[in-house]
């Protein structure tokens, strides 16, 4: 009886435990991004470094002293500085367009190693306390309880970011959780918390600051207009519009429209000036909940107020399609974003939006006679062509280009681009016209990236790549021994790099078709650790050897996942597009799940075994960025060479039992992220 409430109470604490490790992992990729806006832009930089420093503390389970009393100082400490130091860019140039030039704050050389280093620290420190718990109990038993507290610790996020909760939130959930854990506390202990709590309330109750579910928002005010900075740049601002660029659009239309739709809709500028000139319908599709809240509450003009438009929350292109609705002109409203989908995966926002697919659905969802318009403030002639040059295919014509007040036909300024598949609908003073210019082909929805101008990786991106795997290479060394004592698990790294490429693509393809918003990426986190759990399950209950079998199903899956494109699945009903999309996903993630869970189950030296795999998963991790060469369809064909390398040199551990528990720590690692 006492042995059984022993393993209940470590079955708590590694649940708490758990919990707290994806809880704070969340919260880094949030607040450093606010802070720091150019982590917004590399796809998964402080998630390579929580996946490192996940790596570090389990690689230490069994060593002193014990990290974890450390975890909230070093918390304290990443997310004052960050808090501090905040890096503020303008909006120029760049290899990608919305790289901008730094204005305030320490130098990217500088922040940036900091940033992943500090990140590595804070996980490690966490992650220790995780391993340690997890040691006490039967591995199958810990790996369970793990990744339950891993899902509640993505439910519970989602939920604050549901309510609009903001930093302080998370802060009372992670004190909360470290008192749990801690026990007694010691003074400085106690005293981290409460900076802890000092910093995020800093952060939250600031005059003028809001948290959406992307953003941190600062609002101020000059007289009627009202400024919106997203995460330190300037981002939008309600003015009144009358008399206004945005009036321009309409000039170049022979009729007026009668149903509008806004995509981008923002603080509500394009509804009223839709609403201005006759519009008896807008509706107005805004992805981010707060921003529109603002537009509501300041606009000097009320149109989210007027009874003739519908506010819409959604992304843009997932409304585009799955609405029956036609419009006699859609506008694409600088819908540009500061964020990416999520910690992982290089996909903006907004970067659906403009891929030749995207334009076409617009120009599908367009009543007879209707218009399509698009603007921005291009930075690049290339950019603004390749827009252009996309319309121009869709529509059969080239677009009528406007210029805004202050443009001068120079690059940089607004530029506006509108089309029509019918001629008579438009009214052009000036077609786009190239001007033997080469003309960059269009963004397409496998390969969605419209300021990327060629098929390359940018040098930025490739320094900071070597960087991650030299101090990973480094950061294991030492904290796991000889590299020689992992040869003997080399499928193990083989796996982990095929695992991070595999759910990547899966995030990218729930992105295209049920939109980018946090919910959906929410959802596609919890479902593959729900799929872990299922294989736990699963392996719980047989010991058979299942090898060839499930290396078979995986190949079924990747090969099913291959032959049916992402896009095909666009033209189905939500419920059906649902449940291929989820099969085509998470059949071969759960048949590689199964396939981990079981080679564990014989691994005789677990960390020899974890730091190979940990090494895997950081390869994977670093591989993600061929999809800005090959585009996302071809990481399969990578997922299924790493995986047939894993069946290559697939080994079997000694029999050892000590081994086996000790070595499922290692599974989680690989998809809890």
């Not at 995460?231 to 009668?258: C, F, M, W």
């Not at 009320?302 to 859609?330: K, M």
């Amino acid at each position: 009886m006492a042995r059984d409430r022993t393993m209940a109470r470590d079955r708590t604490e590694l649940f708490v435990a758990s919990f707290l490790m994806l809880f704070v992992e969340l919260v880094l990729i949030r607040w450093a991004g606010a802070y720091v806006v150019y982590l917004s832009y590399f796809a998964n930089f402080i998630l390579l470094g929580s996946f490192l420093g996940i790596g570090v503390g389990f690689l230490r389970a069994r060593r002193e002293p014990d990290l974890f009393r450390l975890a909230p100082i070093l918390l304290v400490l990443f997310v004052g500085v960050v808090k501090a130091l905040p890096v503020r860019i303008d909006r120029t140039g760049g290899d990608l367009v919305y790289f901008g030039v730094q204005t305030h704050g320490l130098p990217t050389w500088v922040m940036l190693p900091f940033i992943f280093l500090a990140t590595a620290a804070v996980m490690a420190s966490i992650a220790h306390g995780v391993a340690l718990r997890f040691s006490r109990l039967p591995a199958l038993d810990a790996y369970r309880a793990d990744i339950i507290g891993s899902i509640c610790g993505i439910a519970v996020f989602s939920v604050l970011a549901l309510l609009g909760a903001g930093p302080i939130a998370w802060g009372l959930v992670v004190v909360a959780l470290f008192v749990v854990l801690l026990r007694r506390p010691s003074v400085i202990q106690v005293i981290a918390l409460a900076g802890l709590l000092v910093v995020f309330a800093a952060g939250t109750f600031r005059s003028g600051t809001i948290w959406s579910p992307y953003y941190r928002l600062e609002v101020t005010h000059d007289g009627l207009e009202t400024a919106i900075d997203a995460n330190g740049v300037p981002h939008q601002t309600a003015i009144v519009t009358t008399g206004s660029d945005y009036e321009d659009i309409y000039k170049r239309l022979t009729h007026p429209p009668a149903r509008v739709l806004v995509v981008g809709a923002g603080n509500g500028n394009d509804v009223a000036v839709a609403l201005e000139h006759g519009a008896t319908h807008v509706d107005a599709v805004e992805i981010d909940p707060e921003i529109q809240k603002i537009g509501v509450q300041f606009h000097p003009q009320h149109p989210y107020q007027d009874p003739r438009v519908t506010r819409i929350i959604a992304d843009g292109r997932a409304y585009l399609e799955r609405t029956h609705a036609r419009y006699d002109l859609i506008i694409f409203a600088l819908p540009d974003s500061l964020t990416l989908v999520a910690g992982q995966s290089a996909i903006r926002l907004e970067s659906f939006l403009f891929t030749l697919q995207a334009f076409q659905a617009a120009h599908d969802r367009l009543a007879p006679g209707g218009s399509f318009a698009i603007y921005n403030f291009y930075r690049e002639q290339w950019l603004a062509d390749r827009l252009a040059g996309t319309m121009a295919d869709v529509f059969g014509q080239r677009p009528c280009l406007d210029l805004g007040a202050n443009g001068g036909g120079s690059v940089g300024q607004l530029s506006i681009f509108i089309d029509s598949a019918d001629a008579s609908a438009l009214n052009c003073a000036t077609r786009w016209d190239p001007a033997g210019r080469q003309v960059v082909a269009p963004a397409v929805d496998d390969r969605p990236f419209p300021y990327l101008k060629g098929r390359t990786i940018p040098s930025r991106y490739l320094l900071t790549v070597a960087l991650i795997l030299l101090a990973s290479a480094v950061v294991v060394r030492l904290a796991g021994g000889e590299f020689r004592s992992m040869r003997g698990y080399t499928d193990l790294f083989f796996m982990g790099a095929a695992f991070l490429l595999l759910e990547t693509k899966s995030v990218v393809q729930f992105a295209l078709l049920f939109g980018t918003t946090w919910f959906v990426n929410a959802l596609v986190f919890g479902g593959v650790l729900l799929s872990v759990l299922i294989a736990i399950e699963v392996e719980r209950r047989s010991t058979v050897d299942r090898r060839r079998m499930l290396f078979g199903l995986l190949s079924i899956g990747l090969l099913v996942a291959w032959l049916v494109p992402t896009g095909s699945l666009l033209g189905l009903a939500p419920v059906p597009r649902f449940l291929a999309a989820t099969g085509l996903a998470f059949f071969p993630i759960f048949a590689a799940n199964l396939i981990f869970a079981s080679r564990f189950r014989d691994t005789a030296d677990p960390t020899a075994a974890f730091g190979a795999n940990l090494l895997g998963a950081m390869f994977g991790g670093t591989l993600e960025y061929l999809s800005l060469i090959t585009g996302y369809r071809a990481l399969l064909i990578v997922v299924a060479i790493l995986y047939a390398l894993a069946y290559v040199t697939y080994r079997t551990g000694g029999p050892s039992t000590a081994g086996a528990e000790r070595a499922s720590p290692a599974v989680p690692q690989s998809s809890s992220v």
